[in-house]
Every structure is written in C-alpha cells, then in structure tokens.
C-alpha cells in the first residue's frame, strides 16, 4: 500500500487539528473572534476552535513588571532632574485589552513615561525627596484612570531613583552640614544652660544648709587624702571654729 498520495491529507489534517485544538494555562484566556467579530472570552483549559471561521488572541492575566525609563524632568522650581520608576499592572479585561487598543503593553509605557514627567513637574525639589509616597500614589490614580478604558489595572507605581546635578548635591551636602552644625551647637547650648541651672540649684540649697557645706567639705578632704600614693593627712576642724578664728582676727 502506497502512503504517498494520503500524504497530502494527512499533512492538511494535522494542520486543520493544530488550528482547532488550543489548550490555555491557568493564567491566560482566550479572546475569541468569529469571521472577524468578537464573541467570547474562553479558557483557561481545553478550546476548540472552528478552522478558518475563529480566531484566538491570547491574553496573559499576571502581574506585569515594568520599568518606566530615566525621564529629563524640570521641577517646579526649575531644577533639572532624571527620575525613573517601574509599574505594576495586570489585564483585568481580556477583552478589551485586544479591542480597545492595539498593543496595551506598548500604550501603558507610553502612558506611564508621559504622567511621570507631568506629575513630577507638578512638585519643587523638596516636595519631590520628601513626598514620594503622595506623587506614588497619584501616579497610580492617573494611569489607573487612563488605563481602564483598555481593561488594564495599574496596582502600584513607585519612583525608583531621582538623581540630581552634581551642583545641587553640593549644594544639598553644604545645607545639610550647616544643619547638623546648628543642631550641634543647639544641643551643647541645652547642655550649658541645665548645668548652670543644676549648680544655681545646688548653691541655694547648700547656702540655705551650713550642715550640707561641712558635709561637702569632709568629703573633698577625704577624696584628697585617699588617692594611691598619697602621704598628706588632713585633720578636719569644724567650720564654726575657723569662722570664729577668722572673726577674731578682724
């Protein structure tokens, strides 16, 4: 029996079988069209396709990880910046992710390079460094709202780096040096101002208790006389003795 002339059928069923049986993973579905009309999203699993009459375009419905490219930004107070941030985004409607727009992985760069210069433009210097949180998070309502339309969700944006002109950084390392100065010489006048509070606390109290001074004064005679190597021997005498010595010789 002779294969060759099935040959050619048998190639066009292989053909007809490979358009008709698709199989989908877990995480993708399957936009389908009818003679060119869209008319249902299947999968994931087993479809089967009519050959010739239905279309597939697959779709994948992971979390897609972005990077949005160093951007030339001007801030609003005119100081030059290069900012870059990545994007995390899913297809959350099959199809209008095929229908709506013609490469949605391509729309959402594009989209996400131009609302991070406009955002960023929007804030001064100091906002941007110490307000990173608030521009994230109005980056992610702005694509968000601009993605939607393409069945597309923005779940987070984050600015990654912001790097500044070498003038700015000096300029930036001068001020915060002048800070920590001031915040030193701040400190050390607090530490100036409570130890002369202490010794006038402690002078009224010694000059308001005699009793308290002869008790100072036996105690730096001891601490004189106890060091190791010590050979001088003090005799305390009551202090209202030597102030009567004093007295009498006026």
Same mark, same amino acid.
């Given at each position: 029996?002779?294969? /060759?002339?099935?040959? =050619?059928?048998? !190639? $066009? *069923?292989?053909?007809? &079988?490979?358009?008709?049986? @698709? ?16 008319? /249902?999203?299947?999968? =994931?699993?087993? !479809? $089967? *396709?009519?050959?010739? &009459?239905?279309?597939?375009? @697959? ?36 199809e209008k992710s095929v229908v709506a727009v013609e490469n949605y992985l391509a729309a959402t760069a594009q989209i996400a390079q131009t609302t991070l210069r406009s955002v960023i433009g929007q804030f001064e210097l100091d906002e941007i460094l110490s307000m990173r949180d608030q521009i ?115």
């Open positions: 029996m002779h294969i /060759a002339p099935f040959l =050619p059928f048998v !190639i $066009l *069923l292989l053909i007809l &079988l490979f358009n008709t049986i @698709k199989i989908l993973k877990e995480y993708e579905r399957g936009v389908i069209f009818f003679l060119g009309r869209f008319t /249902a999203v299947r999968g =994931p699993g087993l !479809i $089967l *396709l009519i050959p010739g &009459l239905e279309k597939m375009h @697959k779709v994948d419905l992971r979390t897609v990880t972005m990077d949005i490219p160093s951007q030339d930004i001007i801030s609003k107070d005119n100081v030059t910046l290069k900012v870059n941030g990545v994007v995390y985004f899913r297809v959350e409607d099959p994230n998070a109005r980056l992610q309502s702005i694509l968000d709202e601009h993605t939607e339309p393409w069945g597309i969700k923005v779940s987070t944006v984050e600015v990654k780096a912001i790097d500044l002109p070498i003038e700015m950084q000096r300029a930036m390392a001068k001020q915060a040096e002048a800070e920590r100065d001031k915040r030193a010489k701040v400190i050390s006048a607090q530490g100036e101002f409570d130890a002369a509070l202490k010794l006038s606390e402690a002078a009224k109290v010694l000059n308001e208790s005699p009793n308290a001074i002869t008790l100072r004064y036996l105690d730096t005679m001891k601490e004189i006389s106890s060091g190791e190597g010590k050979s001088t021997t003090f005799f305390p005498l009551p202090v209202d003795f030597l102030t009567n010595i004093m007295g009498n010789n006026k």
